[in-house]
């Protein structure tokens, strides 16, 4: 009986400290009660071995480590071996999800298992135990943010490939890669300051001395901002898109390479990749040729001679045109003089081809049948004589 009393003292007293510690627990957040699970195993390996004190809580905690080790392996194998046979489906958001939760689920997992395996040693103080419950609650945030923003790129994949092509405008293949990146940025960012506050750091005086840096970085780089918010002009107006024929000024015609957050790429007609900054771009008076379609008008000049019979000369270039077999027939081409000159008449040929790219090709062969039909027909092309006249004195 004497020894009955101070038994029943020290598990009050033990009792009254684990009650102490769950209590604190709670307060911060986060807190497992894992003797149901941990007591019948370490009774087991105390019935077993007889080891007791140290190496039993040793031998407890390895045991139910390796225990959630194999279930995160056998979860992992399950998500990616055995759930794709049972949703065999024509989408394939389900098959997005499950390579999403593959790698927060097995981490998951392991977090719990090591936080379960050291909570089980008896004796714990209240410090370890507090920090403990930090660090697993600190762990689970990190695995949710993982979780959260592979589900979010995974839907934007499946939206990218199954549904993007379907749709008439092309904004949603601009805006996707944007929208993953910037997700992910902002979900780890509310992640970190919930692991902040759930040590007790006020969040409140963090996020005014961030938008203080905020501004700062702001004003620092203005010109980046510039460029980004530029990109999102890019993709919201959609002015033009990847591979559309834009004339640039003071750099001619280019096709457009690729539109990213800070520049876009232009290549050249001479193979020249032109990197343009987006505020640039967003702000140059350009001409997409490739809009509203892929038609294009030439305007061919052609000075002759004062004493010719313009209108018949404005018919034989009218036909030049329309014989060649890549200029348009509706609307025809016309002819009409369109200057007078000091030394010619200049007569404009206007004529529409069906490709853009066809451009340099048409103008080429024109000039050259203009050449070759106007010596045939004696019509002179005109071109500047300056006559000297000697000064007598």
Same mark, same amino acid.
């Given at each position: 009986?004497?020894?009955?009393?101070?038994? %029943?003292?020290?598990?009050?007293?033990?009792?009254?400290?684990?009650?102490?510690?769950?209590?604190?627990?709670?307060?911060?957040?986060?807190?497992? !009660?894992?003797?149901?699970?941990?007591?019948?195993?370490?009774?087991?390996?105390?019935?077993?071995?007889?080891?007791?004190?140290?190496?039993?809580?040793?031998?407890?905690?390895?045991?139910?480590?390796?225990?959630? &080790?194999?279930?995160?392996?056998?979860?992992?194998?399950?998500?990616?071996?055995?759930?794709?046979?049972?949703?065999?489906?024509?989408?394939?958001?389900?098959?997005?999800?499950?390579?999403?939760?593959?790698?927060?689920?097995?981490?998951?997992?392991?977090?719990?298992?090591?936080?379960?395996?050291?909570?089980?040693?008896?004796?714990?103080?209240?410090?370890?135990?507090?920090?403990?419950?930090?660090?697993?609650?600190?762990?689970?945030?990190?695995?949710?943010?993982?979780?959260?923003?592979?589900?979010?790129?995974?839907?934007?994949?499946?939206?990218?490939?199954?549904?993007?092509?379907?749709?008439?405008? #092309?904004?949603? /293949?601009? %805006?996707?890669?944007?929208?993953?990146?910037?997700?992910?940025?902002?979900?780890?960012?509310?992640?970190?300051?919930?692991?902040?506050?759930?040590?007790?750091?006020?969040?409140?005086?963090?996020?005014?001395?961030?938008?203080?840096?905020?501004?700062?970085?702001? %004003?620092?780089?203005?010109?980046?901002?510039?460029?980004?918010?530029?990109?999102?002009?890019?993709?919201?107006?959609?002015?033009?898109?990847?591979? !559309?024929?834009?004339?640039?000024? !003071?750099?001619?015609?280019?096709?457009?390479?690729?539109?990213?957050?800070?520049?876009?790429?232009?290549?050249?007609?001479?193979?020249?990749?032109?990197?343009?900054?987006?505020?640039?771009?967003?702000?140059? /008076?350009?001409?997409?040729?490739?809009?509203? /379609?892929?038609?294009?008008?030439?305007?061919?000049?052609?000075?002759?001679?004062?004493?010719? #019979?313009?209108?018949?000369?404005?018919?034989?270039?009218?036909?030049?045109?329309?014989?060649?077999?890549?200029?348009?027939? #509706?609307?025809?081409?016309?002819?009409?003089?369109?200057?007078?000159?000091?030394?010619?008449?200049?007569?404009?040929?206007?004529?529409?081809?069906?490709?853009?790219?066809?451009?340099? /090709?048409?103008?080429?062969?024109?000039?050259?049948?203009? &050449?070759?039909?106007?010596?045939?027909?004696?019509?002179?092309?005109?071109?500047?004589?300056?006559?000297?006249?000697?000064?007598?004195?």
């Amino acid at each position: 009986m004497q020894e009955l009393g101070p038994t %029943l003292s020290a598990n009050s007293t033990q009792t009254a400290n684990a009650s102490t510690a769950v209590n604190i627990s709670a307060i911060n957040g986060f807190s497992i !009660d894992v003797h149901p699970l941990a007591s019948p195993i370490q009774s087991l390996i105390v019935s077993i071995t007889g080891v007791n004190g140290i190496a039993a809580d040793i031998a407890t905690a390895t045991i139910i480590f390796i225990v959630f &080790l194999l279930l995160s392996w056998v979860a992992r194998y399950f998500v990616k071996h055995i759930a794709p046979l049972v949703s065999r489906t024509e989408s394939t958001l389900d098959d997005e999800i499950l390579l999403a939760i593959k790698g927060p689920i097995t981490a998951l997992i392991i977090v719990l298992g090591g936080y379960i395996a050291i909570k089980s040693a008896d004796n714990l103080s209240l410090g370890i135990i507090t920090t403990l419950d930090q660090l697993a609650f600190a762990s689970l945030l990190l695995v949710a943010a993982y979780l959260t923003s592979n589900l979010i790129s995974g839907f934007l994949r499946w939206y990218a490939r199954d549904v993007a092509p379907r749709t008439e405008s #092309d904004l949603d /293949d601009h %805006l996707i890669p944007f929208i993953d990146k910037l997700s992910v940025v902002v979900i780890y960012i509310l992640a970190f300051l919930l692991v902040l506050q759930s040590y007790g750091i006020g969040i409140t005086a963090l996020l005014a001395s961030m938008g203080v840096a905020g501004i700062a970085v702001a %004003l620092a780089a203005q010109e980046s901002l510039s460029n980004v918010f530029g990109a999102v002009a890019i993709m919201m107006d959609r002015p033009y898109k990847i591979g !559309d024929r834009l004339l640039i000024p !003071d750099i001619g015609q280019g096709d457009v390479l690729d539109i990213g957050m800070r520049s876009t790429r232009i290549i050249t007609r001479n193979r020249q990749v032109v990197v343009i900054p987006n505020r640039e771009m967003a702000n140059a /008076d350009i001409v997409n040729l490739s809009m509203p /379609d892929s038609r294009l008008r030439l305007r061919l000049k052609v000075g002759v001679a004062y004493k010719t #019979d313009m209108d018949r000369a404005c018919r034989l270039l009218e036909e030049i045109a329309a014989e060649n077999p890549l200029v348009v027939k #509706d609307p025809a081409p016309g002819a009409h003089i369109s200057s007078l000159g000091d030394f010619a008449v200049e007569i404009s040929l206007l004529a529409w081809i069906a490709d853009y790219r066809e451009d340099y /090709d048409v103008t080429d062969q024109l000039y050259r049948q203009i &050449l070759v039909r106007l010596r045939k027909q004696n019509i002179e092309i005109s071109y500047p004589i300056m006559t000297i006249m000697p000064k007598i004195v």
